[in-house]
């Protein structure tokens, strides 16, 4: 026989039990029905943000109304791929060879030219009606070995970056608006950078690059491009010492590329990149933003989304201000195919599509700061 204290136990013991199930029940259907609601959320957002794709114009028809160009490096072999090529041409209207035109892709040996990546991604833009920049003619990075470990005399290493540009170039005349002429040649010190050209050349190597490229194509845009001299500091004023002089010089130089490769840890002030535009534009020259890239640490937190977002936009409508500001291209378009988490260990995320194709907050600042004026 129990004792009627041990059936009072075992009635409580099973009274909670099916408190407990019940209380879990409830709450489970109470969850679900959250789950369900934000689920619908979801869903009308994204048939929202569909309706609007129709008529929000895509990036390139409101960048020209700004009289400005917006675009992106690409890869030729990444132009097979229909998201990639549909939305490259839906939403720009300039293209950046990112390696397809350096020197090691271009002309692997001394007697080899190699362009067909690049007539490929040329051959794009013209039937999307988009510009090309040719990216890049005079680098210390990329070459080749029969450059990097060839032993020459001056006059022949004059004529192997001749023969290069002239090559190049002419090849192009008339379908690459603008080139990359020298890039990176100067050294976060402000010092010339000590690179095969400038040690088996001389500092004429920049002034004949410059010169070469003009003599082969009269009509392209000629640009010095280099990162980290963005804003203002030892190396913005290297740069400017360097451009300023050419143009006194009467060498044909017509623009300043800024690459912008920034971090939401390290992005130079907004105000600073103004006054460069600024000193730069009133040498009477152009300058476009080349290689844009905002990278993160990752994963990437939304509150990093949004302050990448911030960024795009802060550079974008400096550029905006400034009449002599006239494109505004970034490095890539996708998270997918990004030169960061390769260059930057731990970072990545850097562009305003993620790696699904989806626009991220970037896309939308810069869409609506396209839209503000
Ligand atoms: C990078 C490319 O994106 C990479 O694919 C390649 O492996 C290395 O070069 N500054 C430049 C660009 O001027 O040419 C660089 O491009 C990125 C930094």
Redesign the pocket.
């Known amino acids: 026989m129990r004792s009627p204290m041990a059936f009072k136990k075992e009635c409580l013991i099973a009274g909670l039990i099916i408190g407990l199930i019940i209380g879990c029940m409830l709450s489970f259907i109470v969850m679900g029905r959250e789950v369900d609601e934000l689920r619908n959320q979801v869903s009308r957002l994204r048939a929202e943000i569909e309706q609007l794709r129709g008529v929000v114009p895509p990036l390139r028809t409101l960048a020209e109304k700004h009289g400005i160009h917006i675009g992106a490096?690409v890869e030729a072999n990444l132009l097979r791929i229909k998201e990639y090529a549909e939305i490259l041409s839906r939403e720009f209207n300039v293209l950046t060879t990112?390696?397809a035109l350096?020197f090691e892709r271009v002309h692997p040996e001394r007697n080899v030219y190699s362009f067909s990546e690049a007539d490929a991604i040329i051959s794009f833009a013209e039937a999307n009606g988009m510009r090309v920049r040719g990216?890049?003619l005079v680098?210390h990075?990329?070459l080749p070995e029969w450059v990097t470990r060839g032993n020459y005399s001056r006059e022949e290493w004059i004529s192997i970056l001749r023969d290069h540009i002239t090559t190049v170039v002419s090849r192009y005349r008339g379908r690459v608006y603008a080139w990359?002429v020298v890039?990176?040649a100067v050294d976060e010190d402000g010092s010339l950078r000590k690179t095969v050209w400038l040690q088996n050349i001389g500092p004429e190597y920049i002034e004949l690059a410059f010169k070469w490229a003009h003599e082969a194509d009269p009509q392209a845009l000629l640009f010095y491009?280099d990162?980290g001299a963005e804003g203002l500091g030892v190396k913005s004023d290297a740069v400017y010492n360097l451009v300023k002089s050419l143009v006194e010089k009467g060498v044909p130089i017509h623009g300043v590329g800024l690459?912008m490769?920034v971090s939401t840890e390290y992005y130079p002030a907004p105000q600073d990149i103004a006054a460069n535009i600024k000193r730069l534009s009133d040498l009477g020259l152009e300058i476009h933003v080349t290689?844009m890239d905002v990278r993160l640490r990752l994963p990437a937190k939304p509150a990093d989304l949004v302050r990448q977002a911030e960024i795009y936009r802060d550079v974008l409508m400096v550029c905006l201000s400034s009449e002599k500001c006239t494109a505004f291209v970034m490095?890539?378009f996708t998270d997918r195919y990004s030169?960061i988490p390769?260059?930057f260990s731990g970072y990545g995320s850097a562009l305003i599509f993620d790696e699904n194709y989806d626009p991220k907050p970037a896309y939308y600042y810069i869409l609506k700061s396209l839209m503000s004026r």
């Open positions: 490096a990112e390696n350096k990216h890049t680098w990075n990329q990359d890039n990176e491009n990162y690459q490769h290689e490095w890539g030169w390769g260059f």
